[in-house]
Structures are given as C-alpha cells and as structure tokens.
C-alpha cells in the first residue's frame, strides 16, 4: 500500500478546445508549488492528476495546505493504492482508514470502475468492502443518506484507489489562463480580495501601491508586501510596484478645492496604474471598490475615477457587502494582516465633507490647476519594484 494524492480538476473539464490548455498550465502549476515537498510523479488521466511520491517520506498535511490553495481545483484527497484485487481493496480500507472509521459511527461505501475490465461491478464493490469494514468494525453501522464518512473506491487504470471524503479545492481556474492585470493595493481589507477573486478567474497579477512617506510609514509597505504573500500563495508570484505619491497628494491639496481631493487623488492613482500595467503587459486594473462603501465608491464618484483609464477596471466587490468581503478576507487569511493600525495614503488629508456626487465639469476645472503630467511622470521615476514569491 502506498499513500499518493487524487486531485480532482474543477471548471476545466467544461472548457472545449481549450481544455489541453487549462490542463497543461495546472499540472506545471502543481509540479512548481509540491516541489518543496519532495519529489513526485504527476500523472494527468482521466479528470484526475496524481501526486505519487517518489521518495521515501513526505508530509501530506503540508501537501495538502499547498494543494487547497491552487486554483483550478474543485476536490482533492489523500488515497491509499493498492492492486486491482478484491481481496487487497477490502484489506487496504481496514489498514488505511481504521484510524479514522474507529472514531466514526456511521458509515457507507461508494465505488467507481473506470477500468470496466475489472470483474466486479461498483454496487458488488461497495458491499463487499462494507462488509469487511463492519467485521472490521462492529460499532459502526451504515448509512446510506448521512454517513459521517463515505469510503470511496476508485478502480482506475493504474491501480485501486480508498479514500476517505475528499476536500474542497480552492475552485476557479489556473492563474495564468486567463491574462494578466494590475490591482491597486493599499493596506485594508478589500484589496487584497478582490486581487484573491480575480487570481480566482486565472488572472496573473503584478501589484501597485501608492505609499506617502512621511505620512504613511515603511510599516505600511511592509504590511502592503505581508499581504500579497498571503495572496501569492494562491495566485503565485506578484510583482509590487510602490509608487511614490506625496507630491501628488500635497499638490492636489494646496491647489484644489478640498472636497474634491479624494475624486481627483484617484484620478492619479487610475492615471499612473494604467501606465504602469501597459509596461508589464497588463490588460485590466483591479481595485477593491464596493458601491457605496466610502464617499469616494459612490456610482457618481466611479464615473469620476473611470474617466481618466482607457483599461478596463474590474471591481469584483462591487455588489458585496463588508461583511461578506471579510469573510473571504478571513478565509485567505488576509484579515489580521488588514486590521493592524498602519496609515494608507488614502487616510491622509481626507476632506471633511467629500463630495458624494462629483460631477466631472468640476474635477477636471479643479485638476486644471495643477500640472498633472509633471506630477505622474516624476512619480512613475521614482517607483520601486519588489518581488512577492509565492
Ligand atoms: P481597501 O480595504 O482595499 O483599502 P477601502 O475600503 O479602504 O479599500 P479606499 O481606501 O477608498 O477603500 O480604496 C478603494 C480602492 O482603491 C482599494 O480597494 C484599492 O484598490 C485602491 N487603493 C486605495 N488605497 C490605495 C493605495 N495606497 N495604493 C494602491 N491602491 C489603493
Ligand atoms: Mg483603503
């Protein structure tokens, strides 16, 4: 008996032509993350990847955490393999799973033959794996509409497979797939979620943050830079781009009317993003907006900041609410990274009374005022560049 892993694909088996694609980019994904773990053989057949150790010990608990967090995944699960053989099927669930069905009190067995040349059909399988289990066991009794755990046995090509339930993968599909865009990062709970959800729909990211020093503090960065490692552990490697943005906030502050401040600060940050996803090949902006949430997400506001970008500017919490965003912020463990005290830029000079339906005639008479590619070119100079490994 030998443990490997059955990773199951998700969404990818609906694709048409593109299939072989989808496919090929997950395997390479999965090779590249279980390195650190040991050495494997990876074999993709039959809507199943195989993960089949090749060395003498790895640590499936770890394996585990690295494969619940690779998109393109709907199911996974640890799996005993074993000969095509009844004999050692019914032999390898009492040995493999006895540690959990002991402390179980209900239980059925499901099978599935994908080798048809295997004698026996999946209904006879179950029964007779379920017999042995209950001599086995005797506490344990069978449920066939609840069971506490599902013993399943696959008979495939290379061999046969008991497993107990699998767990959920992190669903989507492979980054990669699905090209690759810009997300404006700050340090609060959104962002990060929103750059999750897009990774999610196979988008490759890079990272820009704006950051003022001396208003917001090296702490800040470091923040900004713990909190797309959280992310880049699904989404894989990200570049981060800090851009420098003091000038541009006390210029703004000095020359334009204050309550248009916030309207026309995000104008800059969708200007610069939008030159800087260009150089790295990006084709849409992410940011981490909620209609309604703040003065400056107000659908009158949007209209505002949209004007400025040519990209498109995808909002995947647009429709959410704070509570839902944290949910998923503490699914990826973002949140306690996004809940420590550190200044974003945006919390620097806010206006007391922002406008919440700017109308563009006003901000762009307010920008009028400054000298708006002066500012963007000597910010886009000075930006700093770091490397997020997943
Ligand atoms: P978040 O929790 O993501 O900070 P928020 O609710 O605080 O969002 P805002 O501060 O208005 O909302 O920012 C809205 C969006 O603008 C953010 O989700 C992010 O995409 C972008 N953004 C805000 N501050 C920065 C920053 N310093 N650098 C880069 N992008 C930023
Ligand atoms: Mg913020």
Not at 6 to 34: A, H, M, P, Q, S
Request: aromatic share 6%; proline share 4%; net charge positive.
């Amino acid at each position: 008996m030998r443990e490997v892993m059955l990773i199951k694909l998700g969404e990818i088996v609906l694709k048409g032509l593109n299939r072989k694609n989808f496919e090929d980019k997950l395997v390479r994904t999965i090779k590249r993350r279980i390195a650190e773990h040991g050495e494997f053989r990876v074999i993709n057949q039959q809507s199943t990847i195989y993960l089949i150790p090749q060395g003498e010990t790895v640590d499936f608990a770890r394996i585990e955490k690295t494969v619940g967090k690779i998109f393109g995944i709907s199911r996974y699960a640890r799996a005993a393999q074993c000969d095509k053989d009844l004999a050692a099927i019914k032999g390898t669930a009492v040995e493999y799973l006895g540690g959990v069905l002991s402390k179980m009190r209900t239980f059925k067995v499901e099978s599935k033959r994908s080798d048809k040349k295997f004698s026996l059909k999946s209904p006879e399988i179950s029964a007779a794996v379920g017999e042995r289990i209950l001599e086995a066991f005797p506490h344990l009794s069978v449920d066939v509409h609840n069971p506490e755990i599902t013993v399943t046995v696959e008979v495939r090509d290379f061999g046969a497979y008991v497993r107990g339930d699998s767990l959920p993968g992190a669903g989507g599909i492979p980054v990669g797939t699905g090209g690759r865009a810009a997300v404006l990062i700050s340090g609060g709970i959104d962002s990060p979620v929103a750059a999750w959800m897009l990774a999610k729909r196979g988008v490759e990211l890079i990272a820009i943050h704006f950051a003022s020093p001396p208003y917001t503090s090296l702490r800040a960065e470091q923040k900004v830079e713990l909190l797309l490692r959280k992310v880049a552990e699904f989404a894989g490697k990200i570049t981060m781009i800090t851009v420098p943005f003091t000038e541009i906030q006390e210029d703004i502050k000095k020359n334009c009317a204050e309550d248009f401040f916030t309207v026309i600060m995000r104008r800059f940050m969708m200007r610069i993003s939008e030159i800087i996803a260009k150089r790295y090949r990006c084709k849409a902006l992410i940011t981490g907006e909620s209609l309604g949430q703040v003065a400056s997400q107000t659908m009158d506001a949007i209209i505002c900041t949209n004007d400025v970008a040519k990209m498109p500017i995808f909002r995947p919490l647009i429709g959410m609410d704070k509570d839902e965003i944290v949910e998923i912020a503490r699914k990826i463990e973002t949140f306690e990274t996004s809940i420590l005290p550190y200044e974003d830029c945006c919390t620097v000079f806010t206006p007391k009374h922002p406008r919440t339906k700017p109308v563009l005639s006003d901000i762009q008479r307010e920008e009028s005022k400054i000298n708006c590619e002066n500012l963007i070119r000597s910010a886009i100079e000075a930006i700093k560049i770091t490397e997020i490994l997943e």
